[in-house]
């Protein structure tokens, strides 16, 4: 056993801490106002955060899993919409094209998602299809040398900001859930309208979308993997994907938890500071085992995907507690911060409004727990 | 041009200081180590001078005296862009010390322009890039807070009480960098994370040199006294607490 973090890790996670720094002076007014972190993500983008876990060849940073952890914690800890855009766009499109895609569509598609030039978006949840992913009511009609796409994908993170998606969409709807493909497509594609901004609870400064397909012709070539493929692929990526929402919402309750440290030693009641009275102290520690439990989740998931071992039921583990916990520390934050902890101005309400969203994303926590009994009870 | 960036390797600007049973040192103990703030500065001007001045500048070297657990501040500022390290392997213990060193390690490197960060954050000498270019017998700028290139000339600004003065140093010199001298430090990109790995870093041996000052004694600052408000009004009250509970007039 060995919890040292390499020399190179804590240098990722400190530039991931003094970059943090600048989303925090602005990240009050791009909730409250909807405003999406454009020059942040350029910043991200030359940073190397956008294509972090990408091979260098392609223009990727080339960085494993603990590393992407550790920036993802320290961005969601100030900002977990912009921690979800960085999240979607690397362990989605950029680790699914690189996995799965052909020699042919990572020569095309990764240097710019890399770069940051482009950013990508991951399409598979639809008005009837959230948790049962399975049904797919967008259709992809196999033409010969393309598929044409009808129907409506909803909850799309970046969808109006991203311009490379990852679709999901039925092809032979007698098949179920093996007539399913996934295709990248472009979103200059005719024929694709996007639907209104999404006025959200939390991560507001994200751009979320619905979005329309009607007759979109997308090239055979742009399809990943062989023919009904689709829903396989998407699992695969969902369950690393996992890990990086995992690290959002752990970052999201660290967040919570160091503010709210940070107050009750400062805060004065019934002649002293908050933390000395037992019933916040309590809190307190209650907040530091969650996160600790939640950290060696997260940080076990990434070790078993970078060491090429199987990482789902642990990836399930780490997203269902660290997601649970979020909105468990965010809630106890803002008790502790009473009234002030129920305004803007000091950050907890905020992450208490992020926290829920990690709870139904990426696969809810009761699917986190399918997929933890049915692992258990498996074996 | 080469340029040379003397790196002190510092505890972060935010550790809370505690002291060793005996006072006699700083309890250095989990305490997260840093690049100098101005040393970090000085090199994000030398690198945006690399990159802004088509081939003036050949090489940004760094230099810090330190242990081995100064290694990934070292490598941070290889990070950052630097090309190359040099690291002399000694406890920094004094300026004179820590100046000898970085003198005997770069005097037949003919380096064209040395920076030294005005001071160091964690002991506030500001005496160590003096001794330097006294050591290699270089003229020396104080208080520099912009430096250009125009050619094969540099000039540095420097501040003055009520102003700037800008001047024009003869190569090779040593320049004593202040806030200013770029807008912000830089934050390492992956890239340049990755690619430290491969960039050289010289380890030298120490040559015989003895620290000329040592630590006798700290003392924490004295914890401040609570503050008693006075009625404007009530004069009286105000200079009956000075003399008698105060005890300053």
């Not at chain 2, 190359?84 to 004094?94: F, G, H, L, Q, S």
């Amino acid at each position: 056993m060995n919890f040292d973090f390499t020399e190179e890790q804590l240098m990722i996670r400190q530039a991931a801490r003094d970059f943090a720094k600048k989303l925090e002076a602005d990240v009050i007014e791009r909730d409250t106002n909807g405003i999406y972190p454009s020059h942040h993500i350029r910043e991200m983008s030359e940073l190397g955060f956008m294509g972090m876990l990408v091979d260098p060849k392609y223009g990727g940073g080339g960085m494993d899993n603990i590393s992407y952890v550790l920036a993802l914690e320290e961005i969601a800890k100030m900002d977990a919409a912009t921690a979800v855009i960085m999240a979607v766009h690397n362990s989605l499109p950029c680790y699914g094209i690189e996995t799965y895609g052909t020699q042919e569509q990572k020569d095309k598609f990764l240097p710019s998602l890399v770069s940051g030039e482009k950013i990508g978006a991951f399409l598979l949840s639809e008005p009837e299809a959230g948790s049962d992913a399975s049904r797919q009511k967008t259709l992809a009609e196999d033409k010969g040398d393309y598929y044409l796409v009808n129907g409506t994908k909803n909850w799309i993170t970046s969808a109006s900001t991203g311009s490379i998606y990852i679709l999901f969409a039925q092809t032979n709807p007698e098949k179920g859930h093996e007539g399913i493909n996934a295709l990248i497509v472009e979103k200059d594609t005719p024929g694709i309208s996007i639907g209104p901004h999404e006025d959200k609870m939390g991560l507001r400064s994200s751009d979320t979308h619905s979005v329309m397909f009607t007759d979109v012709k997308v090239p055979k070539e742009n399809r990943i993997g062989a023919d009904g493929f689709g829903f396989k692929f998407a699992m695969k990526l969902l369950e690393g994907g996992r890990i990086g929402i995992a690290a959002q919402a752990l970052g999201i309750a660290v967040g919570a938890y160091e503010r709210s440290l940070q107050y009750s030693k400062e805060r004065k009641a019934f002649g002293k500071v908050i933390s000395l009275h037992q019933a916040i102290a309590f809190k307190l520690a209650d907040m530091a085992v969650k996160i600790e439990n939640a950290r060696n989740l997260v940080l076990k998931a990434a070790w078993l995907k970078d060491n090429k071992k199987p990482y789902g039921l642990a990836s399930a583990m780490a997203k269902q507690y660290a997601a649970d916990i979020a909105m468990e520390v965010t809630t106890e934050a803002v008790q502790i911060h009473g009234g002030y902890g129920y305004v803007k101005e000091y950050h907890v309400e905020r992450l208490m409004r992020e926290a829920k969203i990690t709870q139904i994303y990426e696969g809810t926590s009761e699917v986190q727990k399918i997929v933890i009994s049915r692992s258990i009870l498996r074996d | 041009m080469k340029i040379l960036i003397c790196i002190s390797n510092v505890p972060d600007t935010t550790t809370k200081i505690k002291l060793t049973g005996d006072n006699k040192a700083v309890d250095l103990a989990n305490v997260q180590w840093i690049i100098n703030p101005w040393d970090e500065l000085a090199l994000t001007r030398a690198l945006e001078l690399k990159e802004n001045t088509a081939n003036a500048i050949d090489k940004v070297t760094v230099i810090t005296v330190g242990n081995a657990g100064a290694e990934p501040t070292i490598r941070k500022a290889l990070a950052i862009g630097a090309d190359n390290a040099i690291r002399v392997n000694t406890d920094p213990k004094d300026a004179w010390l820590v100046a000898t060193q970085i003198a005997n390690a770069v005097k037949s490197e003919n380096f064209d322009i040395i920076l030294c960060g005005i001071e160091s954050s964690d002991y506030n000498g500001s005496a160590m890039g003096g001794m330097l270019s006294e050591m290699l017998d270089l003229p020396s700028v104080s208080s520099v807070s912009k430096i250009e290139i125009e050619g094969a000339k540099v000039k540095v600004n420097r501040e003055i009480a009520g102003g700037f003065e800008t001047v024009e140093p003869s190569l090779p010199f040593v320049a004593i960098v202040q806030k200013g001298i770029a807008k912000e430090p830089r934050i390492p990109s992956m890239r340049g994370i990755m690619m430290a790995r491969q960039k050289p870093l010289t380890v030298l041996e120490p040559v015989a040199a003895d620290a000329l000052t040592g630590f006798v004694n700290y003392e924490p600052p004295m914890p401040k006294a609570a503050c008693k408000m006075v009625d404007a009004d009530n004069v009286a009250q105000l200079v009956d607490l000075l003399h008698h509970e105060a005890k300053i007039i």
